[in-house]
């Protein structure tokens, strides 16, 4: 028999360098003087879940859009630093040199709003000495739940921040938070029974049942309507949908907050190779 072998310990990432901790840590007490409400996600607060380190390689900062504006003007006029809005219906930057740190009022969807229930349920920790809090586990899940790009799937994350925090979580919470987007949290619930089977009971039986019940109903009366709600979960891969195919666009029905102005900005924000409808230049039409 061979001799057992210890589980490697996932990668680390390096932490950031000198001069960006220092920038890290100079923005953080600049908004935390100003009396500049934040919650700190990402990977920071992550790895602060999952148990496996508080290395802060990057920092992602949330707040609520009525606060960014004055955010940018304590980083421009008191620490003398870049800050401006990149895309108006989701994301500043703070920026330093090549350093920056990402503002979050949004999700790239127009769906996850950051609101003061953020803040209500947020966790009390500290980075690099500085007093901070964290996205809510729940609001990280509903906010990653619709990250599925091409290049980036966020699924793991939510596997592993269930399994760390199932007994913590609050359910009916979450729940709401996805609303007519059941279906989502649905696919991450029905995920997480597969890769733990043996954890399978850790999700709440009466939540499942619900989700199952709202299958089943759909099921009796399908939606008679042509949207492609695929754009919600990746801006690049459903363009052919809606650019080709006659489909509506999912991203500008309630609850999200874009605008097809919002909408074409994230879009254009694609490199053109990835814009590019797959099957372009030899599809014009869907499949029947």
């Known amino acids: 028999m061979s001799p057992a072998v210890a589980s490697p310990r996932p990668p680390r990432a390096e ?12 923005v953080l007490a600049g908004l935390n003087a100003a009396g500049i409400e934040f919650l ?12 496996i380190g508080r290395s802060v390689k ?25 800050g401006e809005i990149t895309f108006p219906h989701w994301l500043a930057k703070i920026t330093r040199g090549r350093d920056h740190i990402d503002v979050i009022f949004n999700s790239g969807n127009g769906v996850c709003a950051v609101d003061d229930e953020w803040f209500h349920h947020a966790v009390p920790s500290s980075v690099m ?3 901070v809090a964290l996205c809510p586990p729940e609001e990280t899940i509903w906010s990653k739940a619709f990250v599925m790009e091409r290049e980036r799937y966020d699924g793991a994350d939510i596997a592993h921040l269930l399994h760390a925090r199932a007994e913590a979580l609050d359910w009916g919470r979450l729940a709401r938070r996805f609303g007519p987007y059941w279906r ?14 043996s954890e399978r009971a850790r999700i709440p039986e009466p939540l499942m049942r619900r989700c199952l019940e709202l299958l089943e109903a759909e099921m009796r009366r399908p939606s008679a309507r042509r949207v492609c709600r695929g754009t919600i979960t990746s801006r690049a891969q459903y363009l052919v949908d809606v650019q080709l195919w006659g489909y509506e666009d999912g991203r500008l029905d309630p609850p999200g907050r874009m605008t097809e102005s919002d909408a074409s900005i994230w879009t254009a924000a694609i490199d053109e190779a990835a814009s590019r409808p797959v099957g372009a230049d030899s599809m014009g039409e869907a499949p029947a």
Do not use: K, N, Q, T
Request: proline share 6%; hydrophobic share 40%; with cysteine.
């Open 15 to 26: 932490g950031p360098s000198p001069a960006a901790g220092r920038f890290y840590r100079r």
């Open 40 to 51: 700190v996600g990402g990977g920071h607060a992550l790895e602060c879940y999952l148990g």
């Open 58 to 82: 990057d920092l992602d900062l949330f707040m609520r859009e009525r606060d960014v504006a004055a955010a940018l003007r304590v980083v421009r006029e008191r620490l003398g630093y870049g």
């Open 129 to 131: 000495d500085e007093p």
């Open 184 to 197: 989502v949290l649905l696919s991450h619930l029905i995920l997480f029974g597969f890769i733990y089977p």
